[in-house]
């Protein structure tokens, strides 16, 4: 009896008396990040059918890592689109660093909304 197998265009390997797919994930190296860990739990409670499918395809954590950096992107380009419309600048920052720090954190939380609704809970 041999120990290997193709069937389907699936390898299959002797494991006693059956025959087990041999299956490998994708290595990745990239941490899912934030936004990825709250899209996670967005597909586990409100998507389990698309998060299973991500899974059994060995996509999961690559579509994490990429989601992730995706928001990370639009949310930097968001608050600079902000910072230059609200004129929230260096000379602000110089000049009156509690307005400058007050203005960025209202930019940041609103430009963050912005990223969930669009990318994180779709």
Known sequence: MENRMKKNGIEYVLA???YIPNLK???EERPIGKYGRMHREYLMEHNPMRF???VLE???WTYLVELNEQ???RLQLIISQMQEVES???ELKEKNQWLWIQRMNSIHNRAEEVVLKEIVYR
């Open 16 to 18: 006693g008396e059956y």
């Open 25 to 27: 994930l994708p290595v």
């Open 52 to 54: 299973d499918d991500l």
């Open 58 to 60: 060995g996509q999961f």
């Open 71 to 73: 928001a990370q992107s």
């Open 88 to 90: 929230v600048t260096e």
